[in-house]
């Protein structure tokens, strides 16, 4: 079965495909990012705490053996990713350890838009048992 159309009509329904499609585009939102520090704080913090009871943060501790408490200043940058990372105390005296997992933390992106060119840095406390 076959349709046939005049000319005229095919480029009709082109044209309002094309504004469909143009509409729907400029309509679909873009993440906000937020430039308020405490937001972009809160926002990671509770990522760091799902992360460290259900997440990268807990398999990352647990295949490694890591237990105690570990205090680390930690920056997050644009697109939420991890700029740096100061372990500023720990449980463990091991420095090899705390150093591994601060690398590990640098790795980590966090689901958050910051406003571009600004750093947030936050202290967050990490317990493993």
Avoid at 34 to 63: F, N, R
Avoid at 64 to 71: A, F, S
Avoid at 77 to 94: C, I, Q, R
Avoid at 112 to 128: D, E, H, I, M, S
């Amino acid at each position: 079965m076959e349709i046939k159309m005049k000319k005229g009509m095919t480029l009709s329904l082109l044209v309002v495909w094309a504004i469909l499609f143009a509409t729907t585009t400029a309509f679909a939102q873009k993440k906000k990012s937020i430039s308020s520090y405490d937001e972009v704080v809160q926002i990671v913090k509770a990522q760091l705490d799902l992360s460290s009871k259900e997440g990268a943060v807990k398999e990352y501790a647990t295949s490694n053996q890591i237990k105690g408490e570990y205090i680390y200043d930690i920056t997050v940058g644009d697109k939420g990713k991890v700029v740096t990372v100061f372990a500023v105390t720990s449980d463990d005296e091991k420095y090899k350890t705390q150093n591994k997992f601060k690398d590990f933390l640098r790795t980590q992106k966090f689901d958050v838009r910051t406003a571009k060119g600004r750093l947030y840095k936050f202290q967050y406390t990490f317990y493993f048992e």
